[in-house]
């Protein structure tokens, strides 16, 4: 799977550990759902360290679509709103 965190690139997370990658999404869905900025602010971020850290990050030159668009960790309220899909940005069992 492919994921693109706005104004990061493009990251395969096939070699990561599903259930943590999953763990991550939960979080930041649950803190946007509570309404807590700062803790949505926190959970994207952790969000995308995570990603970061532990996906491949995809050549500059591929041109395949995302599976998965991340915001930007200053994205609105609105913004996530918008990529939020009932299951986080990122599908339960993805």
């Not at 649950?30 to 959970?43: E, K, L, N, T, Y």
């Amino acid at each position: 799977m492919i994921i693109r965190i706005m104004g990061e690139g493009q990251f395969d997370v096939s070699d990561v550990e599903s259930a943590a990658l999953q763990g991550y999404d939960d979080r930041v869905e649950a803190a946007f759902d509570s309404g807590d900025d700062a803790a949505v602010r926190q959970a994207l971020t952790d969000l995308h360290t995570f990603i970061i850290e532990k996906a491949t990050p995809v050549a500059d030159d591929y041109l395949g679509a995302s599976d998965v668009v991340v915001p930007a960790a200053d994205a609105t309220l609105e913004d996530i709103r918008e990529l939020l899909n009932g299951d986080g940005f990122i599908p339960n069992g993805a």
